[in-house]
């Protein structure tokens, strides 16, 4: 909130009249053509003549996402890509990737593209390529992958500013209408906050129950939520989960296999963050609460709606924020490349694997179901990985089953999913700004104060409770996979991440014992 004023002044200051009216074109029809048509690529550098760089630069790994959900020069953000130009920087990282799986003697590329979640910014993403990220998954000698990463601007200020400023009914407005109007948005925003006030406190004060019960301090297990209880049940049964750690659950109709983990702290971390909770007590039930009462919540649902322009950008519903020069390509229109260019090669294609952080997963829900017949047609895919999904367990199922139940051609593989959660006690306990913010990871803040679920599918798929209190209804949905199904949730430990939410971009995530399960729990 203490920047809130500076950001509306800012955005008011800095804000643009709008482009004159254009033909609308619609990217529907677009990427449908295409994803189907075939691609001439031209040969690419021999590995012999130019050896790979040790420092990549950022052309060399990001894709990179405007606001509107127009794919623009990662050098220079603000400047549109047409098809040409996009093709063009795609050539570049295929070849790449070609010379890449020549130096590890592969006999295909191997491409892996990361989606970030919410609350990041364009230099979070450059900032992995410059401390070196990209080349340690490249150097990795069993693992190597040639990464891509889509970087869109999920940072709070500027969608929460655009939330004010812009957006009026799911469309962008002018400058001037946008502006007149801000007043009324934001008096909106602080009476849905004080109205909300009452609930957060209560979700809040229901995160310090469970967090409590699940360690028996205070309260017994017993006072455990009704989705703790359930979870705790399918993998316990009546008994109490007294060494979790040792369980597995196996699906009797997909084969997927889920487990339990394990809360391990040491005396002098909890005792100091017990004492900051209970010191941050005055500040989280009022300035804390309140800001997640409304403000987060309006900057969450301009977040989503970045997820959705990367397919469905704004000019394509209003023609004055179509570019007048050139004729632009969503940021969706990677995977419309990566289809192309398999289809332009059968039974060579490069082995991909996406990965989806947080609301990255939104992303990748809306490119599966996006391009459904493709990646059938294709077997493109060969590993789908979830890390504390931001999406929706009914979303999520609905546009992985029927991926994940494609039948491979001869000499491809099925398609591996693995789901990556945070421990449910960490998620419930994770904290903020010294305890000043409601505790809880965001997916709670999603569960609880943004999204307001009407169902329990509309809950999470990356918190650890949702995906186990609703382990069977999972299994159903997925038992016409073919691949691995694989539920890891990780064990807390002082000093070993994940520990909280953001920890997950942290990890080796490109490697294969990352998503797997021990074989001996």
């Avoid at 934001?186 to 809040?204: E, K």
């Avoid at 704004?314 to 289809?343: E, I, N, Y």
């Avoid at 006690?425 to 104060?449: C, K, N």
Wanted: with cysteine; glycine share 8%.
């Amino acid at each position: 909130m203490r920047y809130s004023g500076l950001a509306l002044l800012l955005l008011l200051l800095l804000a643009g009249c709008a482009t004159p009216p254009a033909e609308n074109k619609m990217s529907v029809a677009r990427e449908t053509e295409a994803g189907q048509e075939k691609v001439t690529s031209p040969p690419c550098p021999s590995v012999s003549n130019r050896p790979l760089r040790r420092t990549r630069a950022i052309d060399d790994h990001i894709v990179r996402v405007s606001p509107d959900g127009l794919m623009v020069d990662p050098e220079q953000a603000g400047r549109p890509l047409d098809q040409a130009q996009a093709q063009q920087g795609f050539q570049h990282m295929l070849c790449e990737a070609t010379r890449l799986a020549e130096h590890h003697g592969g006999d295909r590329p191997r491409l892996l593209v990361y989606v970030h979640g919410g609350l990041n910014s364009y230099q979070h993403s450059d900032q992995k390529v410059h401390d070196g990220l990209a080349w340690r998954i490249m150097n990795d000698p069993q693992d190597w992958h040639y990464p891509i990463f889509i970087s869109w601007k999920s940072d709070a200020l500027s969608t929460w500013g655009e939330h004010i400023l812009r957006l009026r009914e799911g469309k962008k407005a002018g400058a001037v209408v946008g502006a007149a109007s801000a007043p009324f948005i934001l008096v909106a925003d602080i009476a849905t906050t004080l109205g909300r006030f009452p609930a957060t406190v209560y979700y809040q004060l229901s995160n310090e129950k469970d967090r409590a019960a699940s360690r028996g301090v205070l309260m017994p297990s017993r006072a455990l939520s009704g989705s703790w209880k359930t979870a705790n049940h399918n993998f316990c049964g009546e008994n109490a989960c007294a060494n979790p750690g040792t369980l597995r659950y196996q699906g009797e109709q997909s084969g997927l296999t889920a487990n339990l983990s394990r809360y391990k702290t040491s005396f002098l971390n909890s005792t100091g963050r017990g004492s900051a909770q209970i010191a941050t007590v005055p500040l989280r039930y009022t300035v804390g609460s309140l800001w997640h009462s409304a403000v987060s919540a309006s900057a969450w649902d301009v977040m989503k709606r970045r997820t959705q322009t990367q397919f469905f950008p704004a000019s394509d519903f209003d023609g004055r924020w179509q570019p007048r020069d050139l004729k632009p390509v969503p940021g969706g229109h990677l995977f419309t490349m990566l289809l192309a260019h398999a289809r332009s090669r059968p039974g060579a294609q490069p082995d991909l694997t996406l990965v989806g952080h947080s609301m990255g997963t939104l992303v990748i829900n809306r490119a599966l179901e996006r391009f459904r017949d493709q990646w059938a047609a294709t077997d493109l895919i060969d590993n789908l990985v979830y890390m504390a999904a931001a999406a929706s367990i009914e979303d999520s199922l609905n546009a992985l089953a029927p991926i994940l139940a494609d039948a491979p051609r001869p000499g491809e593989t099925p398609v591996n999913f693995y789901n990556l959660t945070l421990n449910r006690v960490a998620e419930v306990s994770e904290m903020h700004y010294g305890g000043i913010i409601p505790t809880g990871s965001l997916l709670v803040s999603i569960d609880q104060h943004h999204e307001r679920p009407e169902h329990a599918l509309r809950r999470t798929f990356g918190s650890e409770v949702n995906v186990l209190s609703s382990i069977q209804i999972v299994d159903q949905a997925l038992r016409h996979s073919r691949g691995d199904l694989v539920f890891k949730a990780f064990d807390r430990q002082v000093g070993a991440p994940p520990s909280s939410h953001g920890d997950f971009g942290d990890i080796p995530f490109w490697r294969q014992e990352t998503w797997r399960l021990s074989q001996q729990p």
